[in-house]
C-alpha cells in the first residue's frame, strides 16, 4: 500500500511568488491536514479537511489557503511568500477525523 | 488559545538508562497522541492515549494521560541508540480535530 505522497520533495522560491504544494492521502482515508513545521519546533496546524469540506483553521494569514479534491487529494497554497514561510510542509492523512495521523515525507520548501 | 508544553526540550541519556518526557496542556484534552520523528523524517505515530489515567506500554516505551486529562508522560526503560529523534505530544480537544504539538523533547544517546 502507498503511504501519503507528497509533492514536490524541495522547492526553492523567491520572495512574493506563490507556491501549491500537492498531497495524496493513503487509498480510503478521508481526512486530510497541513502542517508546517520549522526547524526545530514541533509541527504547527494549517488546515483540516474532511469529506472536501473545511474543518479546521490554524491561526495563518489568508496568504494560505487549501482545498481537497473529490478524490481527496489536497492542495495547500501560499501567495506572497516571505522569508519566514521557509519550513517543512507536512501533510497528514486520516482514515476519520478522531484516528492516528499518517504524515508523508514533507515539502521542503525555501524561500529566498 | 491552546498551548502544548513539553519538557526537557533536549535529553542526553547513556546507553542503557531510562528517561521520562512529560507534556502538559493548558486545557484538558479529549485525547492525547505521541509520536517519533527521526532526523531527516516525518513525525511516525506511537500510541493515542483517551481515558483518564490511561497507561499503555508498547515495548521499552510506557505513556500515560493524567486523571485530569491535562498531562502525559513517555517513559522509555534501557534506551538504545535506535531510541534517538524527537519524541512529540500532540492533544486534542473536543469537537476540534486538529493535533496541537508540543516543541518536542529531542532525544541523543551515548553509545
Known amino acids: 500500500d502507498a503511504g501519503v505522497t507528497q509533492s514536490p520533495t524541495h522547492l526553492i522560491k523567491t520572495r512574493g511568488q506563490h507556491v501549491t504544494l500537492r498531497c495524496s492521502p493513503i487509498s480510503g482515508h478521508k481526512s486530510v491536514s497541513w502542517y508546517q513545521q520549522v526547524l526545530g519546533q514541533g509541527p504547527q496546524f494549517i488546515f483540516q479537511y474532511y469529506e472536501k469540506e473545511e474543518r479546521g483553521r490554524g491561526n495563518f494569514p489568508d496568504r494560505f489557503s487549501a482545498r481537497q479534491f473529490p478524490n481527496y487529494s489536497s492542495e495547500l497554497n501560499v501567495n506572497a511568500l516571505l522569508l519566514g514561510d521557509s519550513a517543512l510542509y507536512l501533510c497528514?492523512?486520516?482514515?476519520?477525523?478522531?484516528?492516528?495521523?499518517?504524515f508523508g515525507q514533507g515539502t521542503r520548501l525555501t524561500v529566498v | 488559545g491552546q498551548q502544548v508544553m513539553q519538557i526537557p526540550q533536549y535529553q542526553h541519556v547513556q546507553e542503557g538508562e531510562d528517561f521520562t518526557t512529560y507534556c502538559n496542556s493548558s486545557?484538558?484534552?479529549?485525547?492525547i497522541q505521541w509520536y517519533k520523528q527521526r532526523p531527516g523524517g516525518h513525525p511516525v505515530f506511537l500510541i493515542q492515549?483517551?481515558?483518564?489515567?490511561e497507561v499503555k506500554k508498547q515495548k521499552r516505551l510506557t505513556f500515560q494521560f493524567g486523571e485530569a486529562k491535562k498531562n502525559s508522560s513517555l517513559h522509555i526503560t534501557a534506551t538504545q541508540t535506535t531510541d534517538v529523534g524527537t519524541y512529540f505530544c500532540?492533544?486534542?480537544?473536543?469537537?476540534?480535530?486538529?493535533?496541537?504539538f508540543g516543541a518536542g523533547t529531542t532525544v541523543t544517546v551515548r553509545a
Open positions: 486545557t484538558t484534552l479529549s485525547n
Open positions: 500532540a492533544g486534542i480537544l473536543s469537537n476540534d480535530y486538529k493535533l496541537s
Open positions: 492515549l483517551v481515558k483518564s489515567g
Open positions: 497528514a492523512s486520516k482514515a476519520d477525523l478522531n484516528t492516528e495521523a499518517f
